[in-house]
Structure formats: C-alpha cells, structure tokens
C-alpha cells in the first residue's frame, strides 16, 4: 500500500510577457479592491464567527456524547458521530485551509496554531501545508501533483498506468471516496513522512525529528478522543462505538474528497506535460485557469460551509488571500480573464461539477483515453 509515487523531475513555468500581463493586471485590480474598501486580506468578523462556531459546536457535541445523555438510543449515539465529523471537516475546509496557506492571518504564529487544528482532526498540519502546497504548484502535473497519487487505485491523469480495474472507476468511486479521511488518518500521513523523498519540486527532503514526534503524539490524541475514550466511558456497546466512528468518516469523508476533486479532475480540464528539461509553456495564473474550475459560486450556503473551495481558481491563483474575499474577487477574475481572451470555468451547480468529474473518470477508464494537454491560452503570444 505504501507505494513511492513521485517523481524526481523538477518543474518550472515558462511564460511570455503577454501571458504575464494577465497576472499583473489581476493583481492590481485585486490589491485595488482591498484598497478602495479598506480591508484586509486576511481574516474578518465573518472569519473569527466560522472558528468560533467550529470550536463550540465540536466542544457541545462531542460532550454531549461523552456524557452518555444519548446512551440510551444507539441511533442517536450514531448520529452524533456523524455530526462530529462534519464538524471535523467544516474546521478543516474553514480554518485549517486558510492557515496553512498563511491566509487566516498576517501573523505566523497565529497561523501556526489555527493549522494544528488539521492534527486534532487526524491530519497533520506540517505534512499537509507541504502536500497541499505541491498541489498548488503542480495541478494535474502528473509525478508532483500528489492529488493525483492514489496508488493505481484511481487513474486521474492519462499518464497514470492503465489498469484493467479502472475500467469500473467512475462506479466505484463513491465508495473509496468515503473512506478516504479513515485511509488519512491510519496510513496517508505515515506513508508521505517515511516513504517519499520528493513532494513536488521539494527533493530528498528531510523532515525534522521534531515533526515526527509530533506526528506520532497527536495521532495518539486523535484516536484517544474519537475512538478510546468513548471506548472506555460510553456505557453503548462497543459496536456501537466502532460503528459510530466510522460513520464519523464516511459521509464526511465523501464531502470532503469530492469537493476537492471535482474542480480539477472533470471533463474540460487540461492535464500539461513537462518538456525534458521540466519546462510547462505556460504562466502559472493561465495554467490554473485551464486546470480548475469553480461550482456553486453563487451559492451562499455552499460558500459558507466549503470555505469557499468550492470558488478554486481565484485560491490557486492568490492562496494568501482568506477565503470570505473569494466571491468578490472571483468577480474581478472573470472579467480579467474576458479581457484577455482567457476562459474562467465554471459549473453553477454541485451537481453538475460532480456529473462532469464523473465524466472524466469514464474518459480515464480507457486505455486509450485522450484528454487536452493545453487549453486557450496556448494562442497567446
């Protein structure tokens, strides 16, 4: 299972001056949104009220479940799991997200401490600012996006060996996708500390020690909170606890990989290759552009849960800029892109997103499957 995927191949992006002025051009008008309203890029009231609302709800739930008030109905029991781990991962996508990519706040440390929260929820901040961060460098670069390392399980990239079971993916996806948070917390964070060397164009990387005993203690706090305390103190019996921690997981887990997934991998995307030399003919802004998509934009409620990931492109491009900005400047994006002749993308609804996504996975289920290696951009000189 914990199987080296990456590779050694560093990437670079080589651009023009007219693909360049995209992001100029971007950028100012984004630091002149910030300016003309007089805020900052960082965290607001709307902001603390999400961490507040995160930390209290978590806290209420999880000692409603440990005082054993629901004990006398097994369901209920189950059901306050499965609260707590959307809870879980509302925290990872509000909090977690924004401070590993220095976004919640100017100051370090606070960034620091708010990203710890990935570790109280069975991740871990350290190795997944490192992942994440190589994802936003190298989306759907095949060998440096580790998004699209799922071990043969799934093939996300043309250039991923065919296999026959991935004839069936586009089917079995839902499943997998539901264990994914119980394959993080149990093997993923292990297998990218002690069995890769490269993550992304970082090479031969040495983690310090002090990571690894973090690693190791907060996992014992995570399994010690959602599965042995309730173990040892709940008067339920045990395979209810055990079924409860898994429902925990499951339909969270599902939210939680498919929101991700679904704006990279969808029928309409791009998967670019690197030269020999590990050149990408292409900006960094245009790439991203030609490799995401949003959905649900315009959906409020969607955008208050998700943290806004589900608005992408304007995060891969700006990641320092907190996520409550992103439906503003997502506005300014589009007509950018207009401007220039660039192609924003889009999907107004959830629905649709995960449709084409599936579509893709289909296109990928075949041995011979092609897909675009550039998109619009590649006119532009």
Not at 286 to 305: C, G, M
Not at 354 to 361: C, E
């Amino acid at each position: 299972m914990l199987v080296k995927t990456t590779t050694n191949k560093r990437i670079r992006y080589r651009s023009n001056p007219r693909k360049d002025e995209f992001i100029k051009v971007l950028r100012q008008r984004t630091w002149d949104y910030f300016k003309e309203n007089n805020i900052s890029k960082h965290a607001n009231a709307e902001m603390y009220f999400k961490t507040a609302i995160a930390i209290v709800s978590w806290i209420g739930i999880y000692a409603l479940i440990m005082s054993n008030t629901l004990s006398h109905s097994y369901w209920l029991t189950i059901g306050a799991f499965c609260l707590l781990g959307f809870i879980n991962i509302f925290m990872a996508f509000n909090i977690v997200h924004d401070a590993c990519h220095g976004a919640y706040s100017s100051n370090k440390k606070v960034n620091k401490y708010m990203g710890l929260f990935m570790n109280f929820i069975g991740g871990n901040s350290y190795l997944f600012t490192q992942m994440h961060n190589a994802h936003h460098a190298f989306v759907n670069i095949h060998g440096s996006d580790v998004t699209l390392e799922t071990h043969g399980l799934f093939r996300f990239t043309p250039d991923e060996p065919w296999q026959p079971k991935h004839k069936w993916q586009h089917i079995y996806t839902p499943i997998v996708y539901s264990l994914a948070s119980l394959h993080w917390t149990a093997v993923k964070d292990f297998k990218w500390f002690f069995m890769e060397k490269h993550i992304g164009n970082g090479k031969n990387i040495k983690h310090p020690r002090s990571e690894m005993y973090t690693l190791f203690a907060t996992k014992i706090m995570y399994f010690g909170l959602h599965l042995a305390l309730p173990l040892l103190f709940l008067t339920v019996p045990w395979w209810v606890v055990i079924l409860g921690y898994l429902i925990l997981h499951i339909p969270s887990s599902f939210m939680f990989a498919l929101v991700f997934q679904v704006t990279h991998v969808y029928d309409g995307t791009t998967y670019p290759l690197p030269d020999d030399e590990g050149n990408i003919e292409n900006n960094y802004a245009i790439h991203v552009l030609e490799t995401t998509a949003d959905f649900s934009r315009k959906n409020p409620v969607a955008n208050w849960f998700f943290g806004c990931i589900n608005i992408h492109v304007i995060h891969h491009i700006m990641p320092g800029i907190c996520h409550v900005h992103y439906p503003a400047l997502t506005k300014i994006l589009a007509e950018t892109a207009e401007d220039f002749g660039l192609e924003y993308q889009e999907n107004e609804t959830f629905g649709l997103a995960f449709k084409k996504h599936l579509q893709m996975l289909h296109i990928l289920s075949k041995e011979d499957a092609t897909v675009p290696r550039v998109g619009k951009s590649a006119e532009i000189v």
